[in-house]
């Protein structure tokens, strides 16, 4: 097989310090969604209060006309994998489940980033099906990083570290077809990072490269189909789905998860770089 050509962009370390300002928009609209997702409220509401938090920081979803598409967040519910489209008509209801995508850009810089929560008390295969994808998340973060350090890494040790994770956590369908990806001056960069794979292949991990790495499994079935909307990517088993991510910078001397507020230091503590000025938590 012929080796691709990826087009990847290395930032210096003052760019990933505006990549950590925009991450932390983006962090602070997740946070306040993440305190507002209760039974009765509507996805639109949600995405409301993305977009003045983002415009409020000075920054501008990018998510919005993105292809034309139509809001600031992914609120994707239940059997709903990812991209579907908030609406006033889609209120929560208590036993769901909801994934929220969110991106903004600050002064040319990106952040993109994704949670999900259960609304109300949901079932505990449920959240435990969140809990999966977010141990598969930080394990793919914790590859990334450890890839970084030693030279060695290279792109698909953080695919394999992800789909690891995953089968560990139990029976998931892993979602193929979408996957995580560069950001930096654009929200979908080189090279497409997948959540499952061999190791070993693919680009050397180095200190510049800012990914974005975002799982997403199921319930049932790995298969899903897009809504006649042109958006909405469900599970073809209609069986529930989970949806994180995070936007990540390699730097010298580890990680900065620079969408989570404390740089990832919870998760990873070692692994995290010394080096938060634009974010140390304040
Ligand atoms: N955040 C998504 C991703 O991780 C992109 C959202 S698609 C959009 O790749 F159209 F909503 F922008
Ligand atoms: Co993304």
């Known amino acids: ?11 210096t370390p003052d760019q990933i310090d505006r990549m950590r300002a925009a991450g932390l928009v983006v962090a602070d609209a997740l946070a306040k969604m993440r305190a507002a997702v209760a039974p009765g409220v509507s996805t639109a509401e949600l995405d409301a209060i993305a977009e003045a938090t983002i415009r409020d920081a000075g920054a501008v979803p990018s998510f919005k006309g993105y292809h034309g598409y ?18 006033s ?9 909801v994934s929220i995508d969110c991106g903004a850009v600050l002064d040319g810089w990106h952040g993109d980033a994704a949670f999900t929560a259960p609304v109300g008390e949901a079932r505990p295969e449920l959240l435990r099906m969140a809990a999966v994808a977010e141990d598969a998340l930080w394990a793919g973060i914790a590859a990334a990083t450890r890839g970084a350090a030693t030279g060695r890494g290279r792109l698909t040790d953080i695919s394999y570290a992800v ?9 998931y369908g892993i979602v193929e077809g979408y ?5 930096g001056t654009e929200m979908h960069q080189d090279p497409h990072v997948l959540n499952y794979g061999r190791p070993g292949k693919g680009p050397r991990l180095v200190a510049g490269m800012a990914l974005a790495i975002e799982p997403m499994i199921t319930l049932g079935s ?14 073809r088993d209609r069986s529930m789905a989970v949806h994180v991510e995070h936007s990540i910078a390699l730097l010298p001397d580890g990680v900065w998860v620079l969408t989570e507020p404390d740089g990832g230091r919870a998760r990873l503590g070692d692994l995290v770089t010394a080096r938060q000025p634009a974010g140390a938590p304040r």
């Open 89 to 97: 008509r889609q209120v929560l209801r208590e036993g769901d489940i």
């Open 70 to 87: 139509p809001a600031t967040i992914c609120s994707s519910v239940n059997e709903q994998v990812v991209h579907a489209i908030p609406t």
């Open 163 to 171: 789909e690891r994770a995953i089968r560990a956590g139990g029976r």
């Open 179 to 183: 996957g995580g990806h560069g950001i």
């Open 222 to 235: 790995p298969r899903t189909e897009e809504l006649s909307d042109g958006w909405t990517v469900v599970t």
């Open 1 to 11: 097989m012929r080796r691709q050509q990826l087009d990847i962009q290395l930032k």
